[in-house]
């Protein structure tokens, strides 16, 4: 696993606590093991973006060779982990790697409570940012805010409901 760090991510009902090296659901941790968290940590750092088998590989497990199956392992962990039996959170780009589909907010880790629950809804914070697909904060001019990246994709999940 990586070292801790100041930043955690927030995507769908789940946070990836990286100041304490774990993936949360609310106040519970949801069991994942180390390399599958490394996984879904790469994955998660680069949402929308295609994130190549190579990629993953070289970046989970440097200067190791390991056959594609370990790869494999940690991708049905990670979907076992965050309940993605239809594939809506992790998706596979066939012989080619994965694609990471959630939003997702970069925060402070130094804001959860030691117990990893939400903290209280309170003012926007310069600490909080959307990561644009790509894994780029929205920054700068033009850039939306992390509040109307989430309206635009409960929009666009609402939407998708009523046209299946």
Partial sequence: MRLPEAKSYRFDRFTLDMRAG?????????PLRPKSFDVLDHLVRN????????????????DV???????????KDVREALGDDGRSMVETVAKRGYRFLPAVVEIDAARLPAGGSEPPPAAPSPT????APGGSAGAGPGAASGRSRRAAYAVAAVASVFLM
């Avoid at 949402?47 to 440097?62: A, F, N, Y």
């Avoid at 909080?128 to 990561?131: E, F, N, P």
């Fill in 22 to 30: 774990c993936l949360r659901l609310g106040d519970t941790v949801v």
């Fill in 47 to 62: 949402p929308g973006r295609l994130v190549t088998k190579k990629e993953l590989t070289e970046s989970v497990w440097p």
């Fill in 65 to 75: 060779a390991v056959t594609e199956n370990s790869l494999v392992q940690c991708i």
């Fill in 128 to 131: 909080s940012r959307a990561l």
